[in-house]
């Protein structure tokens, strides 16, 4: 399908295809496949990194047709009465198959009454149903779920040169001219997430070029980028200007531009001592963010220590 998105055009569809980051983890899953059995799971990790991914080839692997899984995004539907109504409705059937899967996505979204009644689903259901719980911050989750009734997977980030190069296997594949550097721009960006990446690739390519966005660009990921660039060009006080602009636009990703600045220490100096310094002003500014009114003034102290 020429107009298909890559994220789905490039999305594993079995076990042998996803990319594991620990060969323990992928043996594991292959040993579930064997014996066609999971325990509950519970998959955490950055977002993008492939949590649902994983979840849903696991599922094909295991031999489950569609009317046996019921799929849910917590960040959407994060109510009690979900678990009430929706879960219990379609738990409580005996399935056609050999067992029922509930996905539940981003379950970090959920509250502690949520998961409490999640929990007490798990044991009523054991026998038929098994949940499958993908989260992005683990600590979210209570004991009870993530230390007792589910097994715990956190699915590790890719190294930065992979990620990479999995992009540019993609652009390869899709006949897309580009040169590293823009590639890269976007790399910074949206790394470790690679649907993100992937998204972005596919906007920004449609000519069959890969083009860098230029100054004026509006859009969430395209202002990063053009920071990105110029942090990288030696723009230095353009660069803190164009991400001042960034949490203007958007001030709920404050946290999220802290974690761009980890994600890129060596924007900040090429050296050792200078990125084991940005490391502990970054967290410095993370760290003052609940103490200063205006979230901007930090973030703007944190950029000013950094390229100083």
Known sequence: MKNQLWVEKYRPSSVSEYVFTDERLKEQVEGWVKEQMIPHLLLSGDPGT????????????????????MEINASRERGIDIVKNKINTFAQTMPFGRMKIILLDEADYTTADFQ???????????????FILTCNYETKIIPALRESRCHKIHISKP?????????????????VEFDLDALDSYVRVTYPDLRKCL?????????GKLLTPQGGSSGENEILIEATNLFKSGKVLE????????????PTRIEDTYKWMYDNLDLWGK?????????LIIRN??????????????????LVELTA
């Open 50 to 69: 492939g949590k649902t991914t994983l979840a849903k080839v696991l599922i094909k692997e295991l031999g489950i047709e569609d009317y046996d899984v």
């Open 116 to 130: 409490a009644a999640l929990r007490n689903d798990m044991e009523a259901y054991a026998d038929t149903v098994r």
């Open 159 to 175: 190294d930065r040169t992979e990620f990479t190069a999995r992009a540019a296997t993609v652009l390869v594949t899709e006949g």
């Open 199 to 207: 998204n972005q690739l596919q906007v920004n390519s449609s000519t």
């Open 239 to 250: 660069g803190r200007q164009q991400l001042m602009q960034y949490i203007q636009l958007y």
């Open 271 to 279: 050296e050792q001592e200078k990125k084991d310094a940005s490391i």
């Open 285 to 302: 500014g993370l760290a003052n963010l609940p103490l200063v009114g205006i979230p901007e003034i930090s973030l703007a102290a944190t």
